[in-house]
């Protein structure tokens, strides 16, 4: 049986080694040492759970979190203030290379950012924090979404005022495809969903390797 990550096996195996145990009588303290032995062999991990898997329930709470999201475009939390800036950071960023990727820069670095620490860990080899980092990506994606999907109608409100140039307005203009921003965001919150359907499936499967693969720490055994 598992718990938590945790192999018990007491019963069966406490048995096993007080057969082993030579008949005749033992002093309290080669007692107690015996039964600490037989603890420390019976209750060991199967193996460590990655630093970055705070529980076992992060998939469930992701893919809450993923749901809300696409369920309601106008959602706002944390996340979405440091998305925002990051978007900002961006027209910064980008100013050097001038128009029009010092007004796409801004959507472009908000994506950019979670894909590279997606990118960091995965090269690292910790799925489970690229996994998690991915549910960002999907974030940032339905920020994009609903930004593009403002383009002609310009409900949103801007940082600087009603004198500000919205981004995707300018854009498709040029592109000549303002008549299909609300395609482009369908198709743009698409991405962002599937990015929460792979980090949430990541983290599945993440948890669950780290579960049920042998431990490959050496377990001390006491006589």
């Known amino acids: 049986m598992k718990v938590a990550g945790i192999q018990v096996k007491l019963w069966t195996e406490t048995l096993r080694l007080l057969k082993a145990v030579p008949p005749g009588g033992r002093s309290r303290g080669e007692k107690i040492r015996r039964r600490k032995s037989i603890v420390f062999v019976t209750c060991r991990p199967t193996r460590r759970l990655p630093a970055t898997c705070p529980a076992s329930w992060s998939p469930l709470e992701l893919g809450v979190y993923g749901f809300v999201r696409l369920r309601n475009s106008g959602h706002w939390d944390l996340l979405d203030d440091v998305n925002l800036a990051v978007h900002e950071a961006g027209h910064l960023f980008f100013q050097p290379l001038g128009d029009p990727l010092v007004v796409l820069g801004g959507s472009l670095l908000q994506v950019i950012v979670p894909l590279a620490f997606v990118a960091c860990f995965f090269v690292r080899h910790d799925r489970f924090a690229a996994s998690v980092v991915t549910a960002w990506f999907g974030a940032s994606m339905c920020n994009v979404a609903l930004y593009i999907g403002d383009a002609r109608a310009q409900e949103l409100p801007l940082l600087g005022g009603e004198n500000v140039i919205h ?34 499936t990541g983290c599945v499967l993440s948890a669950k390797e780290a579960v049920e693969a042998p431990s490959a720490d050496p377990v001390r055994r006491n006589a």
């Open 167 to 200: 981004d995707w307005w300018y854009l498709l203009i040029e592109w000549d495809l303002l008549s299909h921003d609300l395609a482009i965001a369908r198709w743009v919150r698409m991405a962002g969903a599937l990015a929460f359907v792979v980090s949430v």
